[in-house]
């Protein structure tokens, strides 16, 4: 998972060298995933250039206005986001969950075992009508060949 936090906001672009003059709302350092996003603008890169005063800094403090190369147009009033991966906590929680699993494996086990015998008496009850219907088909197909039969006698 990803967390943006805001960091700063375009103040001024100038196409020609694609830079972007960005005001500092909290400090942030070169080298850190961003995310830019305004009405047009929307997407993601990482800070490799940024100076102060026409000096390369590493770190922007809140408050300063910096000049950092884009690599898109961006325009006034769009909003810089820094991103930065969440890690997930896992939970201590190994008493209660065994508790709860042993829980589940045996309503589990119920279930199936229910489901089980739903499946065989309706394996049992497919069957017989089979049977059944396998009867009546070798019934007719007796009938027809007795007629055959007779026809063929008769000829």
Same mark, same amino acid.
């Given at each position: 998972?990803? =967390?943006?936090?805001? +960091?700063?906001? +375009?103040? /001024?672009?100038?196409?020609?060298?694609? &830079?972007?003059?960005?005001?500092?709302?909290?400090?942030?350092?070169? *080298? %850190?995933? +961003? /995310? +830019? @996003?305004?009405? !047009?603008?929307?997407?993601?890169?990482?800070?490799?250039?940024?100076?102060?005063? /026409?000096?390369?800094?590493?770190?922007?403090?809140?408050?300063?206005?910096?000049?950092?190369? &884009?690599?898109?147009? %961006?325009?006034? *009033?769009?909003?810089?986001?820094? %991103?930065?991966?969440?890690?997930?906590?896992?939970?201590? =929680?190994?008493?209660? !969950?065994?508790? !709860?699993?042993?829980?589940?494996?045996?309503?589990?086990? @119920?279930?199936? =075992? @229910? @489901?089980?015998?739903?499946?065989?008496?309706? &394996?049992?009850?497919?069957?017989?009508?089979? =049977?059944?219907?396998l009867k009546k088909l070798s019934r007719k197909i007796k009938k027809k060949t007795k007629k055959s039969k007779k026809v063929s006698k008769k000829?």
């Open positions: 998972m990803e =967390k943006e936090t805001l +960091i700063g906001e +375009i103040t /001024h672009y100038f196409t020609a060298i694609g &830079v972007a003059i960005v005001k500092a709302k909290k400090n942030f350092k070169k *080298g %850190v995933r +961003i /995310h +830019i @996003k305004g009405a !047009t603008t929307d997407f993601y890169q990482d800070i490799y250039s940024m100076q102060l005063n /026409h000096k390369d800094i590493s770190k922007a403090s809140k408050g300063q206005q910096i000049g950092m190369k &884009v690599d898109q147009r %961006v325009r006034e *009033g769009d909003k810089i986001y820094l %991103v930065e991966k969440i890690k997930e906590k896992k939970s201590k =929680k190994v008493a209660k !969950t065994s508790k !709860t699993k042993k829980a589940r494996k045996v309503k589990k086990t @119920k279930e199936t =075992k @229910k @489901k089980g015998k739903e499946k065989k008496k309706k &394996v049992k009850e497919t069957k017989k009508k089979g =049977k059944k219907s000829k």
